[in-house]
């Protein structure tokens, strides 16, 4: 018998045992529902491992981005107005990434009270600076504030980070000033110089040095240069006019009237000439810078006229300062010095 009448034997024989042929069936099903079973928790159990993975890579990208953010906060100043604390503040991105700053908090830490301000919406690019002064300033209410309160603040990052706000040297310093006005003098800074004419041209003999301004030659034409630093809480840059002076003040002595003389604001150039004419003078805020009194007369009254104190003696030194601070007119009166003429 051949194989193949065998088997045709044999499967005859199956069809015909309907018991034996149900095994067979229901034996196939059973093996294709295990496979079937095994391939759907095998593909489940992937699909949750790349999800976790995809997660913990997320998590990882957004720590990392999180200790990427280096936002820096400057040249903070408060200004309570009624129960809203106005915060001036500078901030920097000196990161690689972008920061997006989402709320600013601050406590009045003498009353133990604090709030945060409105939502933000405060983008800083890579390398970005962003100044948030004058009407920029962010306000924050905090009822029974007071400007002689102690505050604290911080900015909060989208990320979560925290970049705190502390109150600068230049700040503190600027409130104190507040007593007399809104600029101050170095005094290590205050020098003099003897004026002399050169062709037709007066000079400032000895530029830039000059020479200790509190001891100063009588009956000579000198002109004194005066460093003076703008430290305005709202952080407006000053003009000066020609009608700004230095004036010296002489006791009575043996007579009841009193003896003055006065040295008038100049424009100097980097040749140590000094001009006829007169251009205004910004002061910005917080930069330190020079001017020079030099002129008998208000330059723009009459020209440059040199001047001197023509006395001898001990001397109490004025500075009257006249211009523009922001769009509102600038007065203000330095009794800062005293001299010794010889």
């Not at 424009?267 to 910005?284: E, S």
């Not at 020079?290 to 040199?306: E, H, I, K």
């Not at 006395?311 to 300062?321: D, Y």
Request: glycine share 8%.
């Amino acid at each position: 018998m051949t194989t193949r009448s065998l088997l045709r034997k044999r499967f005859s024989k199956l069809m015909a045992n309907s018991k034996g042929f149900s095994s067979v069936i229901g034996t196939t099903f059973m093996v294709l529902v295990m496979m079937f079973l095994g391939t759907s928790v095998f593909l489940w159990t992937l699909s949750q491992n790349t999800l976790y993975n995809e997660a913990v890579k997320e998590k990882n990208q957004l720590e990392v981005d999180r200790l990427n953010e280096k936002v820096t906060a400057s040249g903070v100043n408060y200004t309570i107005v009624g129960d809203v604390v106005s915060v001036e503040v500078v901030l920097e991105n000196k990161g690689p990434i972008s920061v997006e700053v989402v709320s600013l908090w601050v406590i009045d830490a003498t009353i133990n009270r604090h709030n945060s301000s409105s939502p933000l919406n405060i983008n800083l690019k890579p390398g970005n600076t962003t100044y948030l002064q004058g009407s920029k300033a962010i306000n924050v209410t905090i009822v029974g504030s007071a400007s002689s309160h102690q505050f604290s603040s911080w900015f909060v990052t989208a990320r979560g980070n925290v970049v705190s706000l502390e109150r600068e040297g230049g700040v503190i310093e600027s409130q104190i000033t507040q007593g007399i006005g809104s600029v101050s003098m170095n005094f290590a800074s205050f020098i003099y110089f003897n004026v002399t004419k050169v062709g037709p041209s007066f000079i400032l003999e000895n530029y830039p040095d000059g020479g200790e301004g509190f001891t100063v030659p009588s009956g000579k034409d000198i002109a004194f240069q005066v460093c003076l630093t703008n430290l305005d809480p709202q952080k407006k840059e000053i003009k000066l006019f020609s009608r700004s002076l230095l004036w010296m003040l002489f006791p009575t002595g043996t007579s009841d009237v009193p003896h003055s003389a006065w040295w008038y604001i100049v424009n100097v150039d980097d040749d140590a000439v000094i001009a006829d004419d007169f251009t205004q003078i910004v002061l910005p805020y917080g930069a330190p810078k020079s001017f020079f009194f030099a002129s008998s007369q208000d330059v723009d009254d009459g020209g440059f006229n040199p001047s001197n104190s023509k006395r001898r003696g001990p001397a109490a030194v004025n500075l009257m300062l006249i211009g523009q601070i922001g769009t509102s007119a600038f007065g203000q009166n330095i009794p800062f010095v005293s001299v010794y003429v010889t």
